[in-house]
């Protein structure tokens, strides 16, 4: 499985951006699938994540009410939108897979693939 994130780029404060993870190979709807970041100096958190047929959702506090998980199982692509961006929100994005679940929450130890990541700046 290989995952390849894209969309990051610079937005200024109260902007959005769409992050998109492609994912390579047959049997991406079996998917678990989850979005993580990491800022300088910080830990890698959770972000959000969809279970394999987008029917739950499940988003960290802190982005909660303004981004949203979603997914393309035809396009074998998982979406985050962004919207009302604040600087806390610097930082790479990365999505990851589960193959062998159908919903892995927050745990990043569930989560078996890794894209590259996407850099998100928010300037203030």
């Known amino acids: 499985v290989q995952l390849q994130a894209s969309g990051g780029g610079w937005v200024q404060a109260g902007g959005s951006l769409r992050l998109s993870c492609a994912g390579s190979?047959?049997?991406?709807?079996?998917?678990?699938m989850g979005w993580f970041r990491q800022a300088p100096g910080k830990e890698r958190e959770f972000v959000a994540a969809?279970?394999?047929?987008?029917?739950?959702?499940y988003y960290a506090d802190s982005v909660k009410g303004r981004f949203t998980i979603s997914r393309d199982n035809a396009k074998n692509t998982v979406y985050l939108q962004m919207s009302s961006l604040k600087s806390e929100d610097t930082a790479v994005y990365y999505c990851?897979?589960?193959?062998?679940?159908?919903?892995?929450?927050?745990?990043?130890?569930?989560?078996?693939?890794w894209g590259q990541g996407t850099q998100v700046t928010v300037s203030s």
């Open positions: 190979g047959r049997g991406f709807s079996m998917y678990a």
């Open positions: 990851a897979a589960d193959p062998t679940s159908y919903y892995s929450g927050n745990d990043p130890k569930q989560y078996d693939y």
């Open positions: 969809i279970s394999r047929s987008g029917s739950r959702t």
